[in-house]
């Protein structure tokens, strides 16, 4: 094991940072708002209170913006874990399916699985990554008969106990995950700092373009979707979504 360059470490999430919000500027710059607009439940922001333009657009910005930016912070998240282990333990990615990234440890080998929280997947989709780890090990040993093979789903937030999934592999999250990556207790304490310092520099050209993005939704919602009072009119915008013909 070596030990981590926090240096390196906080130069690494930053270049990865400056990524993540060119790719949410890019999001927000190819969004078409009739195509934003009927993938949107209308009962939903009805049942919400929404009532004007303006709030139509903020909810319907924020409903897009929340559910590809968790998966897109989520591949962030994995790209910081595999530098981690990789400046710790010389990890590599593994072209096995359902393996991240593989490293020896302890006399041991590791695969690894990356996700960014617990809350992921459905039963179907745990037992496929049971099954990759069990497939994973066998080709292993295949070649290694006397290793020791440890199979590891991390979650890089959140809190899990630490156990064991069947027969085919551990359950990491958070503080032992990070633990595991980089042999420090801390690490899952010391990586937020880096994040909010980067966060700075990338944050205010991204509130700005949401702005006016957001500006020109409410705009668009009013002319084609509204009352003469400014209220929404539910009929027509629903007329828009579900309509059959």
């Not at 190819?30 to 993938?39: E, G, I, T, W």
């Not at 590809?68 to 990615?93: D, Y």
């Not at 989709?125 to 292993?140: G, H, I, P, V």
């Amino acid at each position: 094991m070596r030990s981590l360059d926090r240096v390196a470490l906080a130069s690494f999430i930053q270049s990865e940072l400056e990524k993540f919000y060119r790719e949410r500027l890019d999001s927000l710059n190819k969004l078409d708002f009739k195509a934003v607009l009927r993938r949107k439940n209308p009962y939903l922001f009805r049942a919400k209170g929404v009532q004007t333009a303006s709030d139509l657009a903020h909810d319907i910005l924020e409903a897009y913006l929340s559910s590809s930016e968790e998966e897109r912070f989520g591949g962030f998240l994995e790209s910081v874990a595999l530098f981690v282990a990789t400046q710790v333990h010389g990890a590599h990615l593994s072209n096995l399916e359902g393996v991240d990234l593989e490293f020896d440890y302890n006399g041991a080998h590791y695969f690894v699985q990356v996700k960014s929280g617990t809350n992921w997947g459905n039963s179907s989709q745990k037992k496929r990554l049971a099954q990759d780890f069990e497939n994973a090990t066998r080709s292993y040993k295949a070649a290694h008969p006397q290793a020791e093979v440890i199979c590891v789903e991390g979650s890089c937030y959140g809190r899990r106990k630490t156990r064991q999934s069947r027969q085919s592999h551990i359950v990491l999250a958070g503080q032992a995950f990070w633990e595991l990556l980089s042999g420090s207790p801390e690490l899952y304490l010391e990586i937020i700092e880096p994040l909010g310092s980067a966060a700075q520099t990338f944050s205010l050209e991204f509130k700005n373009r949401r702005k006016g993005i957001e500006e020109g939704f409410a705009a668009k919602i009013a002319e084609s979707f509204a009352t003469p009072d400014g209220r929404i009119d539910w009929q027509q915008l629903l007329s828009f979504v579900s309509s059959a013909g």
